[in-house]
């Protein structure tokens, strides 16, 4: 059950920075495209940029599964 935890905290911090830096960068965040969505109906879609869509759709479950692998790899040093 704590390594669970440990693995959720990881994917939780690396999600945080993950967001941070896209919404710096001026990348649309899945908070920004859900408000999108909810505004635009699913024309949204087609407002998204080529950068955007790649990192919603590839970029960013490819960084939580980095936050997966940061906990397993933590929990596994701890015990």
Same mark, same amino acid.
């Given at each position: 059950?704590?390594? @669970?935890?440990?693995?959720? @905290?990881?994917?939780?911090?690396?999600?945080?920075?993950?967001?941070?830096?896209? &919404?710096?960068? !001026?990348?649309?965040?899945?908070?920004? #495209? $859900?408000? &999108? @969505?909810?505004?635009? !109906?699913?024309?949204?879609?087609?407002?998204?940029? #080529?950068?955007?869509? &790649?990192?919603?759709?590839?970029?960013?479950?490819?960084? &939580?599964?980095? !936050?997966?692998? $940061?906990?397993?790899? #933590?929990?596994?040093?701890? #015990?």
């Amino acid at each position: 059950m704590f390594r @669970i935890y440990l693995i959720g @905290i990881a994917i939780l911090v690396i999600a945080i920075l993950a967001n941070g830096i896209v &919404l710096k960068l !001026g990348i649309k965040s899945w908070y920004s #495209f $859900i408000d &999108l @969505i909810s505004s635009d !109906g699913f024309s949204a879609f087609k407002s998204l940029t #080529f950068i955007d869509a &790649l990192w919603l759709f590839l970029g960013y479950p490819m960084v &939580l599964g980095l !936050g997966y692998w $940061i906990g397993d790899k #933590f929990y596994n040093f701890i #015990f």
